[in-house]
């Protein structure tokens, strides 16, 4: 049971990660990457703290405590991440009112996530489908953000 609820909480920790980190720098050039026009989305900007649950067929209720982590958006960069490299790529950037959608893939994880803003609050999901010992498994991980106010200097 231990191996089992170990696993869980590594995959846990690995889908969390990839959503703070955006997977890096990698971003597909501008042409494929829909931005807003200023002051379309309807978003407050600077610091934001968003709560994650997560959630995976097969893993014990209570295994996966939400988690809570502070970021800086803006209206011109609007999805959660941070400055680390991984070998991710994030694509399908696209914003439709105030829903903004992407994908990103790495090399053993697919992940579609989506935010819709309500100017100082925000709810998301992201799907993750990761491939482990030749079967694929899906996650489910929901996002609740709210605006702090502006980003530390």
């Known amino acids: 049971m231990k191996r089992f609820s170990g696993f869980f909480m590594a995959i846990a920790v690995i889908v969390f990660a990839l959503v703070m980190a955006g997977c890096s720098k990698k971003e597909e050039p501008a042409t494929s990457v829909a931005k807003p026009a200023q002051g379309t989305l309807n978003m407050e900007e600077g610091q934001w703290e968003i709560t ?11 295994m996966a405590k939400p988690h809570t982590a502070t970021v800086c958006l803006s209206k011109q960069d ?3 991440k941070s400055t680390e490299q991984t070998d991710c790529t994030m694509q399908d950037t696209k914003v439709d009112g105030n829903t ?9 994880s697919t992940s579609k996530g989506r935010v819709t803003y309500a100017g100082s609050t925000f709810d998301g999901l992201i ?3 990761t491939k482990d010992g030749g079967k694929d498994m899906t996650s489910r991980m929901t996002m609740n953000g709210k605006h702090l106010g502006p980003c530390p200097k």
């Open 52 to 62: 994650t649950s997560f959630e995976m067929r097969g893993m014990p209720a209570g």
């Open 78 to 80: 609007y999805v959660p």
């Open 100 to 108: 903004v959608s992407w994908s990103v893939v790495c090399r053993d």
């Open 127 to 129: 799907e993750t489908t």
